[in-house]
């Protein structure tokens, strides 16, 4: 038996995480859930078992094969150093994600770097996931020469608090006019009714951290050290799914036919897009599912070069849960 510990059972990632696992579960594993504190003492239903999430300790991650951190960076930077050497880690987090030797992974793109482990694994960022899915059957047919994107990112890819905030200053706009913006708030301004185009703080280059995120680990991903990528993130008041506005440009001259036929064919992406029939990804639509979905494909007006188009993904699920259930799934199977 394989025992797996997912740690952060009770967040917003770990309870998919489970949830994917209780409805597909990987042959001859064994699952162990736990939290800190809001969390610990919860009774989760798993394959018609009644599993409690219990504290994290030291001892019983030492003693997995395989521990899954759906922690914050801070956290699982903690837990990696007290427990590496043991078991295989899986890492949902941004603490390890550039680290040089570490894999970063998205297994329809780069399934084979789950072998090249040292110990740690890494998933990248919800917003890199889905733009990469599509970026990568892109080059593989006329190669990227150039990335703009523009995201549209729910409030679930800040954790449940920021999804408490939404519900709660949404309702307090509606009932009394006031944005219920204050000092605990997880965002510098009130969200509900609102758009923030800072997603975590500024480096020096007027960049925000998560921008950089994306421009980093879509070149990791890729192998591409120096693709150019111009990025710009921003925050809506949407509770599940992000959005990207994407327009890129390759060093062949693009068939946005063929792009879309590609773009179909590849695992894990859908097609929705018929714009006479209103027919495109929205984040309601996707929700709950494992999917990246595309629309609004059409030709670049300003370059001969480019192509643009818009994409959708649960980032809780496709984001996070179901990338890192995949990266599970190779490793006990033993696969690339
Ligand atoms: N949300 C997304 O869309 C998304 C996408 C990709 C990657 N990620 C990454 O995935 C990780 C989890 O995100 P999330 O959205 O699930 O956050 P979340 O809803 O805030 O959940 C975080 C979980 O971590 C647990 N935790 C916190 N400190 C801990 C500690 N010291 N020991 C053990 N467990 C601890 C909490 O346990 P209690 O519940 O017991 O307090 C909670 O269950 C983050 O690093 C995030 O950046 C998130």
């Not at 504290?55 to 991650?61: I, M």
């Not at 922690?71 to 930077?77: H, K, L, N, V």
């Not at 970063?104 to 890199?128: M, Q, R, W, Y």
């Not at 006479?276 to 494909?297: H, I, K």
Request: hydrophobic share 40%; glycine share 8%.
């Amino acid at each position: 038996m394989v025992k797996l510990v997912v740690v952060g059972a009770g967040g917003l990632v770990g309870r998919r995480v489970v949830g994917i696992l209780d409805q597909d579960p990987i042959p001859g594993v064994k699952l162990y859930l736990t939290g800190h504190s809001r969390s610990v003492g919860k009774q989760v239903e798993y394959r018609g078992q009644t599993l409690r999430i219990v504290p994290t300790d030291l001892k019983l991650l030492r003693k997995a094969d395989i521990v899954l951190l759906c922690t914050p960076a801070e956290t699982s930077a903690y837990l990696v150093h007290a427990v590496m050497g043991g078991p295989v880690i899986v890492d949902t987090s941004s603490a390890f994600r550039m680290e040089p030797g570490v894999p970063l992974v998205v297994p329809e793109v780069n399934g084979d770097k789950v072998f090249a482990h040292k110990g740690l694994i890494c998933g990248p960022n919800c917003s890199t996931i889905q733009l990469v899915m599509t970026l990568y059957p892109i080059h593989e047919e006329f190669g990227l020469s150039r990335v703009h994107v523009t995201t549209y990112q729910s409030v679930s890819g800040a954790g449940y608090m920021a999804m408490n905030e939404l519900e709660r200053t949404s309702f307090d706009y509606i009932t009394t006019g006031s944005s219920g913006h204050d000092e605990a708030s997880v965002f510098p301004h009130p969200i509900a009714f609102n758009l923030i185009p800072q997603i975590d703080g500024f480096h020096d280059n007027g960049y925000t951290r998560e921008e950089m995120k994306m421009v980093n680990e879509t070149r990791k991903l890729l192998d591409i050290p120096d693709l150019p990528i111009s990025c710009t993130c921003v925050r809506v008041p949407v509770f599940i799914g992000h959005s990207e506005a994407c327009l890129v440009e390759t060093r062949e001259k693009p068939c946005v036919d063929a792009i879309r036929r590609k773009l179909a064919r590849f695992p894990g992406v859908r097609v929705l897009d018929d714009p006479a029939g209103s027919l495109y990804p929205t984040p309601l639509m996707c929700q709950d599912t494992d999917e990246v979905y595309v629309g609004r494909l059409r030709r670049d007006l300003s370059s001969d070069h480019g192509v643009v188009y818009w994409v959708v993904a649960d980032n809780l699920k496709r984001g996070a849960a179901t990338n890192v259930c995949n990266i599970l799934r190779a490793l006990v199977r033993g696969e690339g």
